[in-house]
Every structure is written in structure tokens, then in C-alpha cells.
């Protein structure tokens, strides 16, 4: 069974930094596509940054130059490490995985994606 467990969020003023984390399990695949969402009250789930396992990046505009995805595939964990917070940053941060040949919507669609975790909030402060 996939399983998904964020962890690392909390409230910061903006100009800080956080580094998240997405610990994964039930899963042996080379080929799958790993990302980072967040979604904010009223607002849609949007991709910040996804990474393969190849270990190529994308990354969203707003968060580029500020946002790192990384991963560590010995301890099977997916990082995201957040500078220069603003308070538009502000939203609960989810892990999500791509497995298999499912639907595809492009990399930072949520719809491309079939297993998520149950994410970690983001508070920052101005």
C-alpha cells in the first residue's frame, strides 16, 4: 500500500525558511514522478515543483529562485526546501506521487497524479 507522510510545516515570518519533508513507503518503481502542491482557503490545489526519477526539476513561476525539490531515494523521502517566505506562500503543503500510465495532465497538474498525502500547513507571517 502507497502511503504518503508529509511532515515540517509551521508558522514563520516572511523572509524565513522551512524544509518539508514527504517520507514514502509501498512502492518499488524506477519510473514515477514525485511533486509538491499546496492549496490555500478559496483557492484551486496548484503545483509548486515536481521531480522524477531521473531526478529532473520543474518548478512554478512564483516559486522559482526560492523553492528546492529534492530527493533522497535511499530513505525514499521527497524534500522541498522553502526561502525567502512571503505570506502568498501561505497554504497546506501536500506530497503527491504519479505511479504507472494513468491520466495525463502535465507535470504540475494535480490530476496527473493518483496518490497524495495528507499534507502539512504552511503559516508565514508578515
Known amino acids: 500500500q502507497v502511503q504518503l507522510v508529509e511532515s515540517g510545516g509551521g508558522s514563520v515570518q516572511a523572509g524565513g525558511s522551512l524544509r518539508l519533508s514527504c517520507a514514502t513507503s509501498?512502492?518499488?518503481?524506477?519510473?514515477?514522478?514525485m511533486g509538491w502542491f499546496r492549496q490555500a482557503p478559496g483557492k484551486e490545489r496548484e503545483g509548486v515543483a515536481t521531480?522524477?526519477?531521473?531526478?529532473?526539476?520543474i518548478y512554478a513561476d512564483p516559486v522559482k529562485g526560492r523553492f528546492t525539490i529534492s530527493q533522497d531515494n535511499a530513505k525514499k523521502t521527497l524534500y522541498l526546501q522553502i526561502n525567502s517566505l512571503k505570506p502568498e506562500d501561505t497554504a497546506m503543503y501536500y506530497c503527491?506521487?504519479?505511479?504507472?500510465?494513468?491520466?495525463?495532465?502535465?507535470?504540475?497538474?494535480?490530476?496527473?497524479?493518483?496518490?497524495w498525502g495528507q499534507g502539512t500547513q504552511v503559516t508565514v507571517s508578515s
Open positions: 509501498g512502492y518499488t518503481a524506477s519510473e514515477y514522478c
Open positions: 521531480i522524477n526519477g531521473l531526478g529532473a526539476t
Open positions: 503527491a506521487l504519479r505511479l504507472g500510465n494513468g491520466v495525463w495532465n502535465g507535470f504540475l497538474n494535480r490530476i496527473s497524479y493518483n496518490y
